[in-house]
């Protein structure tokens, strides 16, 4: 007995299935101008940024979670100083220090309800394109500029951060302003969101210095404050959309083109102008990184 039991056991643990290994991740998804990150990293990347799976109900409880699983994403990126948090490790610190306790604060807000709306559609935006990035899917061409831009180790680090910001600002912005239905009442509460962000400024200056070793303070001045538009335009970057940008102020302008998307008459042509102040806003970047030799 004792012998067929001997075999029986062996037998048992030939059939025993085994849990197959993850596959070696591609090194397009894996390395982005840092240390290489695992395939358990990179499918916890991709868990995280599904937003299918984010919660239902409050939406307040959704945002945090949503802020909570970028956090989670921005410290994998960040431990291989991975090019592709040089965008998420402000955003984080962003999300932290100034747009959550506004968020959380009852008073802060005339309607709290459009104030965790929009945050949480404009976040959701990024992570939807994390998740293409980490799990092969289509990249808005906004982020397919940016992702791509992460594995240029040539290049500026600053101006490949900014790349993020002027896509999720100039673009996502735009588009999450016109997605929650923002009516003209609502500019008290964009405005209190986004000068939280700009005031942010030298958080993020600082956090991705620190990190990353790079200065992106000239880059960031411009964007806001047109610091650095002379020097641009002496270089034949198209001026209308700078000029607009810098005259009425980067919040003031995406504001008004959220709006307007919102109207079936001017959709198209705002999105089309949208689009070219993306692109030239991003020229502008690589000019002024030229110039600074960041």
Same mark, same amino acid.
């Given at each position: 007995?004792?012998?067929?039991?001997?075999?029986? &056991?062996? #037998?048992? *643990? %030939?059939?025993?299935?085994? !849990?197959?290994?993850?596959?070696?991740?591609?090194? +397009? @998804?894996?390395?982005?101008?840092?240390?290489?990150?695992?395939?358990?990293?990179?499918?916890?990347?991709?868990?995280?940024?599904?937003?299918?799976?984010?919660?239902?109900? &409050?939406? #307040?409880? *959704? %945002?945090?979670?949503?802020? !909570?699983?970028?956090?989670?994403?921005?410290?994998? +990126? @960040?431990?291989?100083?991975?090019?592709?948090?040089?965008?998420?490790?402000?955003?984080?610190?962003?999300?932290?220090?100034?747009?959550?306790?506004?968020?959380?604060?009852?008073?802060?807000?005339?309607?709290?309800?459009?104030?965790?709306?929009?945050?949480?559609?404009?976040?959701?935006?990024?992570?939807?394109?994390?998740?293409?990035?980490?799990?092969?899917?289509?990249?808005?061409?906004?982020?397919?500029?940016?992702?791509?831009?992460?594995?240029?180790?040539?290049?500026?680090?600053?101006?490949?951060?900014?790349?993020?910001?002027?896509?999720?600002?100039?673009?996502?912005?735009?588009?999450?302003?016109?997605?929650?239905?923002?009516?003209?009442?609502?500019?008290?509460?964009?405005?209190?969101?986004?000068?939280?962000?700009?005031?942010?400024?030298?958080?993020?200056?600082?956090?991705?210095?620190?990190?990353?070793?790079?200065?992106?303070?000239?880059?960031?001045?411009?964007?806001?404050?047109?610091?650095?538009?002379?020097?641009?335009?002496?270089?034949?970057?198209?001026?209308?959309?700078?000029?607009?940008?810098?005259?009425?102020?980067?919040?003031?302008?995406?504001?008004?083109?959220?709006?307007?998307?919102?109207?079936?008459?001017?959709?198209?042509?705002?999105?089309?102008?949208?689009?070219?102040?993306?692109?030239?806003?991003?020229?502008?970047?690589?000019?002024?990184?030229?110039?600074?030799?960041?």
């Amino acid at each position: 007995m004792r012998g067929l039991f001997v075999v029986c &056991a062996a #037998l048992a *643990t %030939l059939v025993t299935p085994i !849990a197959p290994a993850l596959a070696a991740p591609s090194p +397009l @998804v894996s390395t982005a101008c840092g240390t290489a990150l695992d395939a358990t990293e990179i499918d916890r990347i991709e868990l995280l940024s599904d937003t299918t799976t984010l919660p239902t109900g &409050a939406t #307040l409880v *959704t %945002l945090e979670d949503a802020v !909570a699983r970028h956090q989670q994403i921005t410290e994998i +990126l @960040v431990r291989h100083r991975d090019w592709r948090g040089l965008f998420a490790l402000g955003l984080d610190g962003v999300e932290q220090a100034a747009v959550m306790p506004l968020q959380r604060d009852p008073g802060a807000f005339l309607d709290r309800e459009y104030a965790h709306r929009i945050s949480l559609d404009l976040l959701r935006r990024f992570l939807v394109n994390v998740h293409a990035e980490f799990g092969g899917g289509t990249l808005e061409p906004q982020w397919a500029t940016y992702f791509d831009l992460t594995r240029q180790c040539d290049r500026s680090p600053a101006r490949v951060a900014m790349a993020g910001y002027n896509a999720h600002l100039t673009v996502d912005l735009t588009h999450a302003v016109a997605a929650v239905g923002t009516r003209p009442e609502n500019a008290p509460d964009y405005f209190e969101i986004v000068d939280a962000i700009a005031r942010s400024g030298d958080l993020i200056v600082d956090r991705t210095k620190a990190v990353y070793g790079a200065d992106l303070g000239p880059l960031w001045r411009f964007y806001f404050v047109g610091e650095g538009l002379d020097a641009v335009l002496g270089k034949g970057v198209a001026t209308g959309p700078l000029l607009r940008l810098a005259d009425a102020g980067a919040n003031v302008v995406i504001f008004g083109n959220g709006l307007a998307l919102q109207d079936p008459a001017l959709r198209t042509p705002t999105a089309i102008e949208v689009d070219t102040l993306w692109r030239t806003v991003d020229l502008a970047m690589e000019t002024l990184a030229e110039l600074h030799a960041l």
